[in-house]
T-cell receptor
């Protein structure tokens, strides 16, 4: 597509439920990233995918968080047993370059609210 | 460790006035530096980037930024602000082959009529 598409745009869930967030990157972009943006804070790196290489999961805050991506297509970020501190905007970005030298293209994010 | 500091959380300027948003970074080698803008309810949009060469880089929407190695800074400037520039601005440093960016906490810009 023309841009990075994320769904849903908004999600309200009850504490303890699992949620799945979806990211559809720009066609041909080999790199895909997930970031979290808590209210009033900067972006926090979560995970990075590059083609079929093993993902860089170093930013995932706990084992409740996981993400998958098949090849260079859609990615899903799953949060299990959601907690109130998981409330944030989850941003996905894709890049044509390894190492993101070209800069990212961001989606408009999924606003997650855990009540 | 790499870090990015944006010392101004909020800035208010009058429409037509000049603007400078500050960004300082901490990184041992030559960084790859970026400025992004985030309008309410929108994703982040790349304004400009610096990799090497001329330390004054031009971006979209009339923005420019200057890399000053001696000061570890990459401040964003615009000579005349428009009301549509009201948004949040993020500075970021990219670390080659580490496959991630480090973002500052952002500066919210308000523009007075």
């Amino acid at each position: 597509g023309a841009g990075v598409s994320q769904s849903p745009s908004n999600k309200v869930t009850e504490k303890g439920k699992d949620v799945e967030l979806r990211c559809d990157p720009i066609s041909g972009h080999t790199a895909l990233y997930w970031y979290r943006q808590r209210l009033g804070q900067g972006l926090e790196f979560l995970i990075y995918f590059q083609g079929n290489s093993a993902p860089d999961k170093s930013g995932l805050p706990s084992d409740r968080f996981s993400a998958e991506r098949t090849g260079e297509s859609v990615s899903t970020l799953t949060i299990q047993r959601t907690q109130q501190e998981d409330s944030a905007v989850y941003l996905c970005a894709s890049s044509p370059d390894r190492g993101a030298l070209g800069g990212y293209t961001f989606g408009s994010g999924t606003r997650l609210t855990v009540v | 460790a790499q870090s990015v500091t944006q010392p101004d959380i909020h800035i208010t300027v009058s429409e037509g006035a000049s603007l400078e948003l500050r960004c300082n970074y901490s990184y041992g080698a030559t960084p790859y530096l970026f400025w992004y803008v985030q309008s309410p309810g929108q994703g982040l949009q790349l304004l400009l980037k610096y990799f090497s060469g001329d330390t004054l880089v031009q971006g979209i929407k009339g923005f420019e930024a200057e890399f000053k190695r001696s000061q570890s800074s990459f401040n964003l400037r615009k000579p005349s602000v428009h009301w549509s520039d009201a948004a949040e601005y993020f500075c970021a440093v990219g670390v080659y082959n580490f496959n991630k960016f480090y973002f500052g906490s952002g500066t919210k810009l308000n523009v007075k009529p």
